[in-house]
């Protein structure tokens, strides 16, 4: 992981990454506030600049991390203000993963086209289109694991009957260590590969 390129690969990676958290945070907030809560706008989160969404250690872990694994700080969202609160929390939920997918699409067409018609850019342009397609991949399927605090979790609680609210609540309160777990042990690794693979083959071509 750290090999010789490692610093320069960081380099390009940066504002990728920068902008990848950003948009899936921006989104976060942005359909919030179209389902009537308007929290994260008052709190300033309802933008594109980076450093309102940053968490070091989420960001810190998108470098350090072998497949690009990592968080923003999560968007504040009151759901007495939603309306229609379970529809509103799956698509608050959702729009963040689905942003990335969106990214990663777009980073992925543009490749192509630039690679089709040869075109002759510097090779970091072409390192930071690729990493727009992996980074955005793996932050997307990352995030809809179903495990607190990650979306997919907040998927799942609205999906769920409410009578298993408590057992859930309960599961909730280790959720986040079994998480480091199964991101430190590889586990992550070993169950999101095919996704992001097959995703990002789809969307470069390669």
Known sequence: ????????RALIAAPVILFSLTVHEFFHAYLAYRYGDSTAKDMGRLTFNPLAHLDLFGTLMMFLSEFRFGWAKPVPVN??????PRTA???IS???PLSNMGLAFIAGIIY??????????PDAIYVMLQLGVSINISLAFFNM???FPLDGSHILRSLMPPRYESQLAAFERFAPFILIFLIISGVTWVILRPPVIFFYRLFTGQ
């Open 112 to 121: 192509r086209l630039f690679l089709g018609a040869n075109v002759n850019l």
């Open 145 to 147: 694991i179903p495990i």
């Open 94 to 96: 959702a729009a963040g």
């Open 1 to 8: 992981m750290f090999g010789p390129d490692y610093i320069q």
């Open 89 to 91: 929390d799956i698509w």
């Open 79 to 84: 759901p007495y203000n939603l309306r229609n």
